[in-house]
């Protein structure tokens, strides 16, 4: 199938999410090895490097700039397997604490959970989950699962990292840039969309499209537009996929909401095609760091406009990685009385008119606490910049609510973010549409 539309600037969208933090999450992964194989392995064995797998998404190579999780397995001894194996009950927690206890000598003032399947160390700007397991023969590992009384259970990350590897390879590295390109879309949208299920979804496309082993960054507009359509007709539904590499069951998670997210997209890009403004559209869809000529130009414009140029984004305060689902609605009020929700109102694509109260509140989130709040209130339009009042910082105030009033008409909207150990972990978007009174 031949290409067909050329568009500029994927070169440097990709290069923009390129992964920052690695060395420092290596140097506190190596650390971690170190401290437990002094516990558990003989003295010639206790180095830095022996018995440490990085795994999860900085393992396969598809993590982004911004990543705050670090997955890390720990391959143990077999004595030890036993050891907790013939407890009488639960012995996965107790070989989770155990380790806990050993990582709390080294970082005492840091903190550490055991629970789960997982031993949690918060560093700042982002979150060290490490899995104590056991390595098979067959290449798997066995490890701890606390729930409903203890189990062991399998996993097999480094089938994972390998056939990934492989399909990169094959494709002259457009599969991790596209695993890549969908978590900032992901991020910059702010939905839930697990990094797993991203690079089985897109290994999935790329199997059906090998064709994509010749493209260049030039061929990627397209590349996008298919698979957003390929993501856009999963079915919400399904309960699982098979993971790359290793077909264990990944979950679908936040009820498939990646799908109606894609098809969103691609009206986004369908329009812009109309109206020929796609890299605005790209920008909109995949944020700043997607660079464009038409947009320089409209920056150099805005510039030389007389009005504070005051606004704020997330991506250059915190590093976002969004984990969790956030929602917003708003209390339309006059006169003290409740008129409606906003949500409502958009939903009736209705639109504002003045003199109203307004209070945006969040509606629903599934992060736990604790977080911080940051609410952002943007003001568009020619009677915005008329009256230098843009505004579009973005304020940290560990409030559930904003209120604001409509004063002018413009496409307003408003963001919330919350900030979890210093990233950016959820999202939300609401557009505030204020007509003439």
């Keep these: 199938m031949a290409m067909a539309t050329k568009v500029e600037g994927f070169d440097v969208l990709c290069s923009n999410l390129e992964l920052d933090n690695f060395a420092e999450m290596e140097k506190s992964a190596k650390t971690i090895a170190k401290k437990l194989n002094s516990v558990y392995y003989d003295d010639e064995d206790s180095d830095d490097t022996s018995h440490l797998y990085i795994v999860g998404s900085v393992g396969r190579k598809t993590a982004i700039k911004g990543s705050s999780d670090l997955d890390i397995l720990f391959d143990l001894p077999s004595d030890i397997y036993k050891k907790f194996d013939d407890y009488e009950s639960n012995g996965q927690s107790s070989l989770l604490q155990e380790v806990k206890a050993y990582l709390k000598e080294r970082y005492p003032r840091t903190d550490i959970s055991g629970d789960g399947q997982v031993v949690v160390i918060e560093f700042n700007h982002y979150t060290v989950e490490l899995v104590p397991g056991f390595k098979q023969l067959d290449g798997r590992f066995k490890y701890p699962d606390t729930h409903d009384g203890g189990s062991w259970k399998y996993t ?72 957003l359509s390929y993501l856009g007709e999963q079915d919400k539904a399904r309960t699982y ?35 020929d403004d796609v890299p605005t559209a790209l920008r909109k869809i995949l944020g700043k760091e997607y660079p464009s000529e038409q947009y320089v130009l409209k920056e150099a414009a805005f510039a030389a406009n007389s009005f504070a140029h005051t606004e704020q984004f997330i991506q250059d305060l915190f590093p976002v990685d969004i984990r969790y689902s956030l929602s917003l609605d708003c209390e339309v009020r006059q006169n003290g009385f409740r008129e409606k929700l906003l949500s409502a109102i958009l939903r009736d694509r209705q639109i504002l008119r ?84």
């Design 156 to 227: 097999d990350p480094l089938s994972e990292q390998s056939t990934c590897k492989e399909c990169d390879d094959s494709s002259n590295g457009n599969y991790f840039n596209f695993c890549h390109i969908i978590r900032k879309w992901k991020n910059e949208q702010g939905f839930k969309f697990g990094g797993l299920l991203i690079d089985t979804l897109v290994y999935n496309h790329f199997k059906e499209n090998d064709f994509y082993s010749n493209s260049t960054f030039a061929d990627y507009f397209d590349i996008l537009k298919k698979l």
């Design 241 to 275: 996929w098979y993971a790359v590499g290793s077909n264990q069951q990944v979950m679908n998670s936040d009820k498939g909401a990646f799908v109606d997210q894609a098809n969103d997209a691609m009206e986004i890009i369908e329009t812009a095609e109309s109206d």
């Design 354 to 437: 003045h003199n109203k109260q307004l209070e945006f509140f969040i509606d629903k989130t599934d992060c736990s606490k604790p977080y911080d709040i940051y609410w952002k209130v943007r003001n568009v339009g020619s009677e915005a910049e008329r009256r230098n009042c843009i505004r579009g910082q973005i304020k940290k105030t560990n409030l559930q609510t904003q209120r604001e009033h409509t004063d002018f008409k413009g496409s307003h909207f408003v963001e919330c973010y919350l900030v979890k150990n210093n990233v950016c972990v959820a999202r939300a978007h609401i557009d505030v549409p204020i007509g003439v009174a």
